[in-house]
């Protein structure tokens, strides 16, 4: 890199070269971190960012996954695969575990399981002593993002402070921490949606199979397009339709739906991601629209 001339480099050359220095930095810093992994397109570009910035070595830190036991089977097939792949070490912590030990308590049975990832993820980080979690979220995602600095500071209890944040000037980061303290690490929180896809393109990615148009039945809920899955069965006065869809991102069945769309290759989502007006966490996630501060307000409590 330090051949290159500002010129010579390109966007994605600039956005990757930050991601690097920013994984490496947390390597630097931190005792024990953990690279968040959930088969998804953004950590498919964290696994491929931190191949560049450690191979031929081993990663210093492990693969996690804080499974909702509510996730598409998809997903977690790749998940798995591509662990395998690059031979690295694989946690999976379940949220069905934690109800089963009492700490998390639905409301009712067909209650979202996503919010109370946060309690799973907190007692993974205590039972293995991480400081640090490296993650994929991007500040185009949602607004409570957009705020939080790269190098999050969350306290002894899990929790993030929107108002006391650690300044981040001339790409300065701090990742140090006390006893029982967190940091949360997000090296490509200035990338965009149209940004992840270009990379995936460049670098010739492999995605669970859900990120490409096919057709799936659906039923419509406002603007909304939710999957008729075994988790989430069509009510009698619903009118279900089978609809050419994709996933633009993502997570529980409970509370990610699909858009329409014919793209079924990368090109394809390229061209569209260029074109569209609404984040993918905006047009796909129920679990963001009970409230404009649900986001901030798991983060809060623990979230990613």
Known sequence: MSTLTKQTLTHLDWLEAEAIHIMREVAGQCANPVLLFSGGKDSVCMLRIAEKAFRPGRFPFPLMHIDTGHNYPEVIAFRDKRAAELGERLIVRSLEDSM??????????????????SVTLLEAIEEFGFDCCIGGARRDEEKARAKERIMSFRDEFGQWDPKNQRPELWNLYNAR??????????????WTELD?????????????SIYFAHTRPVVRKGDLLMPV????PARPE??????????????????????????????????????TTITERGATRMDDQTSEASMEQRKKEGYF
């Open 229 to 232: 899955t075994d988790l989430t």
């Open 100 to 117: 089963a030990r009492g700490t998390i308590v639905l409301k009712h049975e067909n209650e979202s399981r996503n919010k109370h990832q």
């Open 238 to 275: 619903d009118t279900v339709e089978d609809v050419m869809v994709r996933f633009r991102t993502v997570g529980d069945i409970s509370c990610t739906a699909p858009v329409a769309s014919d793209a079924d290759t990368v090109e394809k989502i390229l061209a569209e991601t260029a074109t």
């Open 196 to 208: 992840v896809w270009q990379y995936i393109q460049r670098e010739q990615l492999e995605l669970p």
């Open 177 to 190: 921490t006390h006893q029982g303290e967190n940091i949360r690490a997000f090296p490509i929180s200035n």
